[in-house]
């Protein structure tokens, strides 16, 4: 299949890591995937020849406006898949540009996040493609966030804890949680320090520990950074918000809602050898789970791969 990604690309930016993937994973399985991309402000490296920049996004350069006539470019696939978040596209262009493409090519929206402007008119998408289930889409397919699973090569230092992502941590929280203890915390944020993804998951994976305590949220949202913590095998500490919804029922993952409560825990995990060997037992139990709750990445792309092949 010839399949149109419309996403944020190669910036600080979660859904540009999440289109990563994926893109990489459907060219392997043979189909000729092309990004439409922003205009990036920051770009993180060159683009290859599959890229082509074409919109402006409000949230990464605060431009409203677009040139739709990139319209006739992506009429010439089979699939045009859409990246959606509503920061990440301006209401000024691009409902028209959707209403442009409306019968002469299957139209894709993952939802990044619940929301959508109230004046959109949702018949124009041919499949919604959500991670949970959101009643309101009532034309979707639920595909929960894949995980891909990355080679660990040790247990990680039990005396470490790491945050990571785009900075919404909440790190006094795990300040104070770590106050007193010989816990180490430290961060690694998209904002203040970039790291391409396999320096990032060697970074995390120095520690035992994650943290990703993020503020609460009403709309049905589910962490990238959550599902990169457990593809590297690590404990995660979240907090008790819709972010981590998708993966709190796993094992060797703690919601806590206090520092006190974090503080009990990581003080256990650094002064035994023996839970630190549960933890290690449930993370394997945890990979398991993940397997055959068709969570894994392999599985994940199929899913989008069928959602494509009924459109056709």
Known sequence: MKIALIT???EICGVSEYSRSLHRVLCEKGHDVHVFANFAKAKLEPDPEYVHRVFHTPFL????DTDISFVEQLLQYDIVH???ECNLFAPQWFPNLIKELFGKVPIVFTMHSSGIWPNFDQALVSKYITHEPVPWYTNSAVIPMGIEFYENTSIGNPNSIISFGLGRNNDDFVKLAVKDTNVQFSTTYGHSKWLPKQALVTEIQKAFSISLMYPP???SVSSSAANLAIGCSRVLFCSPTNWFKHVSHYPAIFSVSSPEQMREIITDIAGSKQYQEDLLQEIATRKDYIYSEGRDYETFVNRHI???????
């Open 61 to 64: 350069d605060g431009i409203l």
């Open 306 to 312: 069928t959602v494509y092949k009924n459109l056709l």
């Open 82 to 84: 859409v990246q959606f």
């Open 8 to 10: 944020t690309w190669s």
């Open 217 to 219: 949220v009403g709309a």
